[in-house]
C-alpha cells in the first residue's frame, strides 16, 4: 500500500512517465484513493492555475531538494516539477544560479597567463642547433643594436677605425706599410720615387731593403708612435683637424726617426744625394731618406 | 559551431606544418597554447615555479611526440591528455620524494589569509578566486572531471576517453561533480557571510 510520504517523493518520476510498470500501478491506485494526492496531480496536468499547484509541489518535493539539484546538475531538460520546486524552494533557487554562475566562469579558469619568456624557452629546449644559432645571432644583434643607440656610441665607432687603420698601416709592423706615405701626405709614394732621390737606384734598393729589415727590429719609438696613433684617434673623435694632422706627423716622425736610426757603413753615399727641389717639397719621408744620404757623407 | 570547426582546422595546419619540421609553426603552436596547458597543469600542481616547469615538459614531450602522432584534428584532447599525464607523473614524484624544505611555494589559487586587507577581501570576493577555492574544496575525483569538462570545455566522450571510464560513468560523475561545486561554492558564501557580520572572538583562522 503507497503512503502519501512516498506518492510525494515519486511524484516528479510519475508525471515525467519515468516510473515502470508495477510501481506505476500501485500509483494509480493510490491516485484513486487519496483524493489530495489526485487534486495535485490534477492542479499540475492542467497546467492552468499553478498558484496552488506550485506551493503543492514545492512542499512535496521539499524533501528532495537534493535529488532536484542532481536532475539540475545533470543538464538535461526540467520536469515539469522541477521547475515548480525551484520556483518555490529558495536553497534550490540559489543552487541554480549559483550553478549557472559557475558555468559561466569555469571557463575564464581554462587559462594562466604564462610569463614573457616561457615560450622561447620552450623554443630554445625544443629546436635544433640551427635554431638556437639563429636565436642566439639575433640576440647578438640586439644587443649591438642597444649598444650603438649610447649617445657617444659614434665617436668610439670613429675612434677605433681610426686606430685599427694607423695600425694597420703607419707602423713599422703593419702589413700595409705603403699606406703611411699616403697618410703623411707625401709626394713620394712608392719605394721606386724615394730610390731616385738617393740619384742610385742599386744604392737606394739596398738602402730600403736594409730599412725594412732593420725598421722591424728597432721599435724604440714605438712609445712615440703609439703617442701619434692616440692624437690622430682623439682629433678624428673631437672632429680637431688640428690634432689629427699632428698625430699623423708625430706618426710620420717616428717612422722618419726609424729611418735615420739605420746608419750602417755599408751605405755610403757620393755625390750629390738628391733632387733639390724634391728637398724643398719634402714632408717626412723625404727628409729621412735625405738624412741617411748625408749623415754618411759627412 | 562554425567557428569551432575552422578554429580546429587552423589547429591542425599548424600542427602539420610542424611535424613538416616548420620551426615558426611550432612557435605560434606553442604561444597559442601556453596559457591552456599552464592552466590545466596549475590546477595539478600547485605551486607555480613547479607548474611552469612541468607545463614546459608537456611541450617537450609534444615535441617530441609530434612526428608519431597523426590524427591532427585532435590535437587539443591530446596536448591536454600529455599536460595531465605529465602533470600527475610531476605530482606522484613530488610524493615519493617530497622537497627537503616543505615550505610550499606560493599558491596559484591564494587562498583565504586570517587578515586580510580590504583590496584583499575584494580580490578574494572575486567569483574567479571563490570558484577556485571550491574547486579545491571537492574531491579530487570530481575536481578533475570538473577541470577537464567544464573548465578546460573538452567533450564528455573525450574525458572519460581520457579518465579511461565509460561515457556514462563519466556522465554521472559530472553532475555529481557540478552539483557538490555549486554547493562548496553556497558554503562558501555562507562562510564569508558569517564572517563578515561578525568577527568571532577565538573563531576560524
Redesign the interface.
Known amino acids: 500500500m503507497m503512503t502519501c510520504d512516498r506518492f510525494h517523493d515519486r511524484l516528479d518520476a510519475y508525471l515525467a512517465g519515468g516510473v515502470a510498470e508495477p510501481e506505476r500501478a500501485e500509483i494509480e491506485q493510490h491516485l484513486e484513493d487519496c483524493g489530495e494526492c489526485a487534486s495535485v496531480v490534477a492542479s499540475v496536468l492542467a497546467d492552468g492555475e499553478p498558484s496552488i499547484a506550485f506551493p503543492v509541489l514545492a512542499r512535496t518535493t521539499g524533501r528532495s531538494c537534493g535529488r532536484v539539484q542532481d536532475a539540475i546538475a545533470e543538464g538535461g531538460p526540467w520536469s515539469a516539477t522541477m521547475t515548480a520546486h525551484v520556483d518555490e524552494c529558495e536553497p534550490c533557487a540559489r543552487f541554480v544560479a549559483v550553478l549557472a554562475r559557475c558555468d559561466r566562469v569555469l571557463p575564464q579558469l581554462a587559462a594562466v597567463e604564462a610569463d614573457a619568456d616561457f615560450a622561447s624557452d620552450v623554443i630554445m629546449a625544443t629546436l635544433s642547433r640551427p635554431k638556437l644559432s639563429r636565436v642566439a645571432w639575433r640576440r647578438w644583434l640586439d644587443r649591438l643594436e642597444r649598444w650603438l643607440e649610447r649617445p657617444r656610441a659614434a665617436q668610439e665607432f670613429a675612434y677605433a677605425i681610426t686606430v685599427i687603420a694607423v695600425l694597420l698601416t703607419a707602423t713599422p709592423m703593419s702589413p700595409f706599410p705603403q699606406v703611411s706615405t699616403w697618410l703623411s701626405a707625401s709626394p713620394l709614394t712608392t719605394s721606386r720615387d724615394r730610390a731616385s732621390i738617393a740619384g742610385d737606384e742599386a744604392l737606394a734598393d739596398r738602402v730600403i731593403g736594409e730599412i725594412q729589415i732593420r725598421g722591424t727590429r728597432l721599435v724604440r719609438d714605438l712609445d712615440r708612435l703609439g703617442q701619434g696613433i692616440a692624437t690622430t684617434g682623439a682629433g678624428f673623435l673631437t672632429g680637431d683637424p688640428e690634432r689629427v694632422h699632428r698625430g699623423a706627423d708625430e706618426v710620420g716622425c717616428g717612422l722618419q726617426s726609424l729611418w735615420s736610426g739605420v746608419r750602417t757603413p755599408e751605405v755610403e753615399v757620393e755625390g750629390p744625394c738628391a733632387d733639390p727641389s724634391a728637398v724643398q717639397t719634402g714632408g717626412g719621408t723625404k727628409t729621412a731618406c735625405i738624412v741617411i744620404a748625408t749623415g754618411e757623407r759627412t | 559551431m562554425q567557428n569551432h570547426d575552422q578554429d580546429t582546422q587552423e589547429i591542425a595546419r599548424l600542427v602539420r606544418r610542424c611535424r613538416e619540421g616548420d ?1 615558426l609553426a ?2 605560434e603552436l ?2 597559442r597554447f ?3 596547458v ?3 597543469v ?1 590546477h595539478y600542481v600547485r605551486s607555480r615555479e613547479d ?2 616547469d612541468v ?2 615538459e608537456v ?2 614531450r609534444v ?1 617530441r611526440s609530434l612526428p608519431n602522432f597523426e590524427n591532427e584534428e585532435r590535437f587539443v584532447p591530446w596536448l591536454l591528455r600529455i599536460a595531465r599525464t605529465t602533470a600527475i607523473d610531476h605530482t606522484r614524484r613530488r610524493a615519493a620524494r617530497p622537497p627537503a624544505q616543505d615550505v610550499p611555494a606560493e599558491d ?1 589559487h591564494a587562498l583565504a589569509d586570517p587578515n586580510p586587507d580590504p583590496a584583499e577581501r575584494t580580490e578574494r570576493a572575486s ?2 578566486g571563490m ?2 577555492r571550491a ?1 579545491d574544496r571537492c574531491s579530487s575525483l570530481h575536481r578533475e572531471i ?1 577541470v577537464l569538462r ?4 573538452m567533450a564528455l566522450n573525450e574525458v572519460a576517453d581520457l579518465l579511461g571510464i565509460p561515457s556514462g560513468t563519466a ?2 560523475r559530472a ?2 561533480a ?2 557538490e ?3 562548496e ?2 558554503a562558501l ?1 555562507d562562510e564569508e557571510v558569517r564572517r563578515l557580520e561578525g568577527p568571532q572572538p577565538g573563531g576560524a583562522s
Do not use: P
Not at chain 2, 567544464?150 to 570545455?153: A, L
Open positions: 620551426e611550432w612557435e606553442v604561444r601556453q596559457n591552456r599552464l592552466g590545466l596549475s607548474a611552469r607545463a614546459q611541450f617537450i615535441f596559484m567569483e574567479r570558484l577556485r574547486l570538473l567544464e573548465v578546460q570545455g556522465k554521472s553532475a555529481r557540478r552539483a561545486l555549486a554547493r561554492v553556497m558564501e
